[in-house]
């Protein structure tokens, strides 16, 4: 399955809306985000395309189906400048979305 | 809350086979599939495989042939032994678990610390 993220970097201040996407060669089912900041591991964010990981705070939301997801971050707050990741499961194997890189404008 | 801690890391040669070591605390390790994840240094993160107690494993193809995951219950770890390493494999690597229940399949839910290997003549 081929996964592909954008974009690549997304330039935004704070209190903007962020909608990050991931499209897949293949109708999937089960789509997780996370976000990776610097020197540490990721933290799963969502889960099952919509469903917020505990303790995530619900500026931040998933959707979609099939083959296209997004993530969308209703108002950045500073902490919230990261790399972000999709992850899907098919034909037996794992694959990463090759990462959103949300920088302060 | 579960927790993973990574053991094993350093500076390899060439040729030599990386060994790396996940301990889990308070966690039913026949549960869940345990997976590995790694992030060369300022790049995306890869997959590289899993495995379960019943010694069940899934590995990347582009690595299947070097890797060998495991699961021992009865030290409550699992580890991952990837071989011939080049400097393609420098990297970060995380050890992780598979969620599995409430609804929340085919995600890593809980990831350690992360430990950097690096492969250096």
């Known amino acids: 399955v081929v996964l592909t993220q954008s974009p690549g970097t997304l330039s935004l201040s704070p209190g903007e809306r962020a909608t990050l996407s991931c499209t897949t060669s293949?109708?999937?089912?089960?789509l997780a985000w996370y976000q990776q900041k610097p020197g540490q591991a990721p933290r799963l964010l969502i889960y099952?395309?919509?469903k917020r990981a505990t303790g995530v705070p619900d500026r931040f939301s998933g959707s979609g189906s099939g083959t296209d997801f997004s993530l969308t971050i209703s108002r950045l707050e500073p902490e919230d400048f990261a790399v972000y990741y999709c992850l899907i499961y098919g034909l037996s194997e794992y694959t990463f979305g090759q990462g959103t890189n949300l920088e302060i404008k | 809350q579960v927790q993973l801690q990574q053991w094993g890391a350093g500076v390899l040669k060439p040729s030599d086979t990386l060994s790396l070591i996940c301990t889990v605390d308070r966690a039913f390790l026949t549960n869940y599939y345990w997976t590995w994840i790694r992030q060369p240094p300022g790049r995306g993160l890869e997959w590289i495989g899993e495995?379960?107690?019943?010694?069940?494993?899934n590995y990347n193809r582009s690595l299947a042939s070097r890797v060998s995951i495991s699961v021992d219950t009865s030290n409550k770890q699992f580890s991952l032994k990837l071989r011939s390493v080049t400097a393609a494999d420098t990297a970060v690597y995380y050890c992780?678990?598979?969620?599995?229940?409430?609804?929340?399949?085919?995600?890593?839910?809980?990831w350690g610390q992360g430990a950097l290997v690096t492969v250096s003549s």
């Open positions: 992780a678990r598979v969620a599995n229940g409430a609804g929340s399949y085919y995600n890593f839910d809980t």
């Open positions: 495995a379960h107690s019943s010694g069940v494993t």
């Open positions: 099952g395309a919509s």
């Open positions: 293949h109708k999937i089912t089960y």
